[in-house]
């Protein structure tokens, strides 16, 4: 089982302020005055690499302790592979890669038992920075470091429903929610069709591929039905994942001029 090490982490971390830190500088340097919305606009509509995706993939998460304590509860344990969908985007200026993505995965369950059924989702949000080392005819690889949270949703129901004829019985039910600071370690390579320099890649279609480690740096204590509980078993989005992504190239610079 994965079980990141204090130090490591405090490590990961000064490398990711170190990433963070930089592009801020660069953002600083690009800026000379004035209203400061207006600078940034002028930064982002500035032609560079770019794009926006949809992205599918799988996670293989460590719910080994969260499983122990379910089973030995007398509840099922719950899947610890997903499928996730989610969406996102990054800029490449100079050999500085900046992205954003939201993902989901898709809701999973389990009733190995005849009293309860026990079902899980996720959610998590990052924000990654890397550093571009191939870049040739469109294909690009580069190493990903991120910093995000994550969502871990568990859901307890009474096993108590047969059919749809007793869709009048009361059944119990829990739910409970916990949140982690995530670190995300990952390569990435992604592949412009038909790249064109001058244009940057702009209305091209984009393939890419990604593979890499979520880590649950922190977590939150777990709240039942909304009441915070300090007892909870640890559990978190930590484990390896793999993703494919397809998307436009420049599509990133509108969306992101649109919202500000």
């Keep these: 089982m994965f079980n990141p090490d204090r130090k490591k982490v405090f490590l990961i971390v000064m490398g990711l302020l170190f990433f ?20 940034f606009t002028k930064f982002i ?6 794009a926006a995706y949809i992205i599918v993939g ?16 007398g509840f ?22 900046l992205g954003l993505e939201l993902q989901s995965t898709l809701r999973r369950s389990r009733s ?23 870049s040739k005819k469109g294909l690009m690889m580069y190493p990903l470091m991120g910093l995000g949270v994550g969502r871990l ?11 749809f004829q007793d869709i009048t019985v009361n059944q119990a039910s829990s739910e409970s929610i916990t ?28 393939l890419g591929l990604r593979a890499g480690c979520l880590i649950s740096a922190s977590k939150w204590d777990w709240r039942v039905n909304g009441v915070r509980v300090g007892d909870g078993p640890t559990a978190g989005l930590t484990g390896p994942y793999i993703q494919l992504t397809i998307g436009m190239g420049g599509w990133i610079e509108k969306l992101i001029t649109q919202a500000i």
């Design 112 to 134: 190995s038992t005849k009293e309860f059924i026990t079902a899980v989702s996720a959610k998590y949000g990052l924000v990654n920075a890397g550093y571009l080392l191939y």
């Design 179 to 206: 949140r982690s600071l995530l670190l995300n370690i990952g390569f990435a390579v992604d592949y412009f069709y038909k790249f064109n320099k001058k244009k940057k890649g702009k209305n091209n279609l984009v």
């Design 58 to 73: 799988r996670d293989m998460f460590n719910f080994g302790r969260l499983n122990s304590y379910l089973t030995e509860g």
């Design 153 to 163: 949703a568990l859901k307890v129901s009474e096993n108590n429903i047969h059919s």
């Design 76 to 97: 099922p344990g719950v899947p610890e592979n997903y499928f996730t969908v989610g969406f996102g985007g990054h800029l490449i200026f100079d050999k500085l890669v």
């Design 20 to 39: 963070f830190f930089n592009a801020a500088a660069v953002l600083a340097q690009e800026k000379e005055g004035g209203d400061e919305i207006e600078e």
């Design 45 to 50: 509509n500035r032609k560079r690499i770019n």
